[in-house]
């Protein structure tokens, strides 16, 4: 898929992992809606990226992944401003076991609502271009990290939802595929005081910090280029992108 004249929205693209994404699909030819609730990264964010790509490629919406009303007015708004949407990445998530529901809700509710409402306006069976999502989950959705329960499960939904996603939308001819991305440790903000985050099982953030200084951490850089690998490869439907420090490949699981 070549991104020329494509619209994306992402997700938490205020910061980390989604602002990657977000200047990496406008490298490339996208235009780019940035859904966030951190209104004055996002802002400072936009205004540098204009000046950068020009004002017609990107529009900051302040958006809560919480709630549904508010990504139904932004994917309105995105279709009347840009005229569709070709390319959605639900990236949104926090790590916080004190706040599990919150969790529950940004994390894996967040994608499943996103996807959701996107479907109305990239569904080829309700008048939509088609297109491809990419959500991220972590390598705690393929595995468990012991002090993070709660993030672990909302991860595993997300490679769940998104794999079964991929199977329906093909069986089903909506004309978008679905990919998740399975980063290990990646260098942002998300990272910064762990120990706080891991409410009742804090007693066992040595083990994280042991996990983290032998699997080393990832550039942001390196996730924005895998999950361009994802959007733009059109033979990609229903695949998991496992992403460590030394490199990458494909997640292999049980048939069924
Ligand atoms: N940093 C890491 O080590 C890893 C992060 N991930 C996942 O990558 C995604 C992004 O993480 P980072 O960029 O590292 O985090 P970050 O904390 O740097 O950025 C997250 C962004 O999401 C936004 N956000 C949070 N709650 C939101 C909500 N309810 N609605 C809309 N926006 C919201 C924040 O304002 C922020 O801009 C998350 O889903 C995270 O679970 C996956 C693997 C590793
Ligand atoms: C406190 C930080 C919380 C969450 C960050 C992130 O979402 C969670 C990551 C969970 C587990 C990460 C494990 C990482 C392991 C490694 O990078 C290396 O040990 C390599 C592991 C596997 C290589 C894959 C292979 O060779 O098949």
């Known amino acids: ?33 940035l859904l966030d609730v951190n209104e004055s990264a996002a802002k400072t964010l936009v205004e540098n990226l204009s000046k950068q790509y020009g004002q017609d490629r990107t529009l900051f919406l302040s958006c809560n992944v919480e709630s549904e009303e508010q990504l139904k007015a932004a994917f309105e708004k995105t279709v009347d401003t840009f005229g569709g949407i070709d390319i959605l990445c639900n990236n949104a998530g926090i790590l916080n076991e004190n706040e599990w529901e919150k969790s529950v809700s940004i994390n894996l509710l967040g994608v499943i609502r996103g996807t959701y409402v996107a479907l109305q306006h990239m569904n080829k069976l309700s008048g939509g271009r088609g297109g491809v999502v990419v959500n991220t989950a972590s390598m705690a959705g393929l595995g468990p990290l012991i002090t993070c329960p709660v993030y672990t499960a909302t991860k595993h939904g997300v490679v769940g939802f998104t794999r079964a996603m991929a199977g329906a939308s093909a069986a089903s001819g909506y004309g978008i595929r679905f990919n998740v991305i399975c980063p290990s440790f990646v260098q942002t903000e998300f990272l910064s005081d762990p120990n706080s985050k891991m409410g009742q099982f804090s007693h066992l953030a040595d083990v994280i910090e042991q996990m983290i200084s032998k699997a080393g951490t990832l550039n942001v850089s390196d996730v924005a280029e895998s999950v361009l690998e994802m959007v733009t490869d059109e033979t990609k439907n229903g695949e998991a992108l496992m992403i460590f420090s030394k490199g990458k490949h494909y997640v292999t699981f049980p048939s069924m």
């Open 1 to 33: 898929m070549a991104l020329s004249g494509k619209t994306a929205v992402v997700t938490g693209a205020a910061m980390g992992i989604g602002q990657a994404i977000t200047e990496k699909l406008l490298h490339n030819g996208a235009k780019v809606v």
